[in-house]
């Protein structure tokens, strides 16, 4: 019995370990023809189809099936209609002008310095993904960054660094900025796990954020003013 289960054991495994190099070498060209192929909804749709084809349903032992419906099933719908909704958000925010009016007023309380535009951008994407998320601010900012980057008084650089720093490093602030953290908490919740809870998770993610920003700000002074 026992030699048996080994031996289902590696049969299992062997059979995994196929089905993951297929869906990664799947996965190796979906990404190589995103980059060189500019309908990008074309490839998506294909390598979707693709992707079915290489992980059929078990229905019953041994019997295989192609079925779409089973993985459409089992998609996030929420979070989709989520993004939908957001980016036409951001599209109505740039058609009322209240992009134009944020970029306006970020660049007279700057002064025409590019180390303090750096430091209002790293501190307002750091503040919005801790209390949001990086995603959304991301796709808030981005029209922003670009009209700040067409302007002839500032260099792209420090702009960019600074965007980037704040929406990477301002998540950790609160739980709720942070995917992670959110499903470290959940599952804690789930296994009883008393001594990781918000609180404490709030009191060491803020400790490193704000030593984040504090670094990230040293670094923008030294790309600016030394080298």
């Known amino acids: 019995i026992k030699e048996q289960v080994i031996d289902e054991n590696k049969v299992k495994k062997s059979g995994f370990d196929k089905d993951f190099k297929k869906n990664l070498l799947a996965l190796i060209i979906l990404i190589i023809l995103l980059v060189f192929i500019e309908a990008y909804y074309i490839v998506t749709i294909v390598g979707a189809v693709v992707f079915v084809f290489l992980n059929p349903v078990n229905k ?73 998320d990086n995603a ?18 500032f260099y792209s650089g420090p702009i960019l660094i600074a965007f980037i720093l704040g929406i990477n490093l301002g998540g950790n602030f609160l739980p709720q900025g942070s995917a992670a953290d959110m499903m470290t908490l959940e599952l804690a919740k789930n296994n009883d796990v008393n001594e990781v809870n918000y609180k404490k998770m709030f009191k060491i993610g803020s400790v490193f954020s704000i030593l984040h920003v504090i670094i990230g700000i040293g670094y923008l002074f030294v790309i600016i003013y030394i080298l």
């Open 60 to 132: 019953q032992k041994k019997l295989k099936s192609f079925s779409l419906y089973h993985y459409l099933n089992r998609v996030d719908y929420k979070l989709i209609y989520f993004f939908v909704c957001l980016f036409i958000f951001v599209g109505l925010l740039q058609l009322n002008g209240t992009i134009s009016m944020v970029e306006k007023w970020i660049e007279s309380i700057s002064y025409e310095n590019e180390f303090i535009l750096a430091i209002i951008i790293l501190l307002i994407t750091s503040i919005l993904s801790g209390l949001l």
């Open 136 to 153: 959304p601010v991301t796709i808030i900012f981005i029209p922003i960054i670009e009209i700040l980057l067409g302007l002839p008084v």
